[in-house]
């Protein structure tokens, strides 16, 4: 198989592996690209490479870390040891430093001054609901003034203009921290966003964590990241990204940007940000365009699966060491399923009070046996159908935190958690083994 190192190099895998669509005929920027990207996540086709943007020359790919397969594949191990691979690698022991480098892929292309035009750039309006195009799938690359240690996160950027984005950053980013920890917080901040990038890069940039987030795609890959200085910010930059902006963030130069479709599935509010000044726009030869469906299956993933499943799992496991999690992106991030070789009747109870603590993000956890197959909806409502007494098997936590942003929460998170016991209660009533059939290889039959 081929060694992930850059989105190119990860393209070729998804393709590999039959989870690369390509698609060929023309499609607008305007809703038209999401509307399909998001599709295809729904009924669980590929990631897709759209080859023909109108009123670009550049291809765009989207949801290259949309579901557990392609996780797996990002990541280089089975599905199956998705969440133990990330407990390894979010451990700051097992951090890989990134590597300087003279030269980057980017650098083949540098635009600065009066000809440069963000607007140029192939960035898609997703949603009907959303305030205009914006930058989703871009990771902001930062450097914290006192330690000087490097940082990764994602910030929506709203395109205002040929040199002008807002930059949403809520209070408690690390990139917030590092403007107001200076001498002089009002002054410009140097940032760049690196777009088409190794999803290991992706998978950190979504962990919060006090080390440099590129270690842990080191973590990843076995070996440090090659990074670039920039061309006008003194930044170190993915060298193999297949484009960079790089520029400033002008902290209380605020105006409003937004809304745009969030984590939560509904808009977000418009908020008054900083705004970012365009200083250089730099791209490889051929670029491709990365972004994010917001919102959606990739958005979730990225965010609250992947770096949350091993804190969780790490809770469960003071109860059994026979348990696996998983936060499945239809919810949100507020939901988990907990798959249980349970050895006490009092015990899936306990495994869901551990999740709800675990983090307060999450709200409702069913717990199953482990005949069920906890990434497959329609086999958790089987077991949530046939193994759920709904009078003896489900239980509530009033009054507890949850997040602020959660649509059942008040202004301060706080809501009641439930907890579902969706395992067989043999004591109950025997009905014996489940009806199963073997998984056969069609093409030897079709």
């Known amino acids: 198989m081929t060694q992930i190192h850059d989105l190119r190099s990860f393209i070729e895998v998804l393709e590999e592996a039959g989870q690369l669509v390509r698609i060929k005929q023309p499609v607008s920027l305007t809703h038209e690209l999401a509307d399909v990207a998001a599709t295809l996540e729904r009924s669980g086709g590929g990631a897709p490479l759209f080859e023909n943007v109108i009123d670009s020359s550049w291809p765009v790919f989207a949801s290259g870390v949309a579901n557990q397969k392609r996780a797996a594949l990002a990541l280089g191990c089975a599905e199956t040891e998705v969440t133990e691979v990330m407990g390894r690698v979010l451990d700051p022991k097992n951090g890989i430093p990134p590597v300087r480098v003279a030269e980057a892929q980017w650098q083949a292309n540098i635009q600065t001054g009066d000809s440069l035009d963000a607007r140029a750039l192939p960035i898609p309006t997703h ?25 990764l996160s994602y910030n929506r950027m709203l395109c205002t203009g040929p040199a002008s984005f807002g930059f949403n950053v809520n209070e408690w980013r690390h990139v917030r921290a590092f403007m107001e920890s200076r001498p002089d917080p009002a002054a410009p901040f140097p940032i760049a966003i690196a777009i088409g990038l190794d999803p290991a890069i992706m998978i950190g940039a979504g962990v919060r964590t006090d080390e440099d987030e590129l270690t842990i795609a080191g973590a990843i890959r076995g070996a440090g ?115 249980l070789k349970k050895n006490n009747p009092g015990q899936p109870k306990n495994v869901a009070l551990a999740a709800m603590t675990a983090h307060i993000n999450i ?77 056969m290889d069609l093409s030897k039959y079709i």
Not at 142 to 150: E, T
Not at 296 to 315: A, Q
Not at 406 to 430: F, L, N, Q, W
Request: aromatic share 10%.
């Open 225 to 339: 990241v090659p990074v670039s200085r920039g061309a006008t910010v003194e930044v170190d930059i993915p060298a193999e990204a297949e484009i960079v902006i790089e520029g400033y963030v002008h902290p209380f130069e605020k105006k409003g940007e937004g809304p745009l479709a969030e984590f939560h599935g509904y808009y977000g509010e418009i908020w008054e940000s900083p705004t970012f000044e365009v200083s250089a726009i730099c791209w490889r030869d051929n670029p491709i365009f990365q972004t994010i469906i917001p919102g959606w299956y990739e958005h979730i993933y990225i965010g609250n699966v992947l770096p949350r499943e091993p804190l969780l799992l790490r809770f469960l496991r003071h109860i059994s060491k026979e348990v696996a999690v998983h936060i499945p992106p239809y919810g949100n991030g507020f939901s988990a399923i907990v798959q």
């Open 127 to 151: 949603s009907r609901g959303d305030g205009g195009p914006f930058i989703t799938g871009g990771v902001i690359v930062s450097k914290d003034p006192v330690s000087g240690r490097g940082n």
């Open 363 to 439: 709200k409702q956890v069913i717990v199953v046996d482990p005949d069920v197959n906890m990434y497959d909806p329609a086999d958790v409502l089987w077991a949530l159908t046939n193994r759920v007494d709904w009078s003896q098997d489900v239980f509530t936590v009033p009054h507890a935190q949850g997040h602020e942003m959660d649509p059942t929460a008040d202004s301060r998170g706080v809501h009641t958690k439930i907890g579902i016991d969706a395992t067989y209660k043999r004591e109950r009533r025997e009905y014996g083994e489940r009806v199963n059939y073997a998984v």
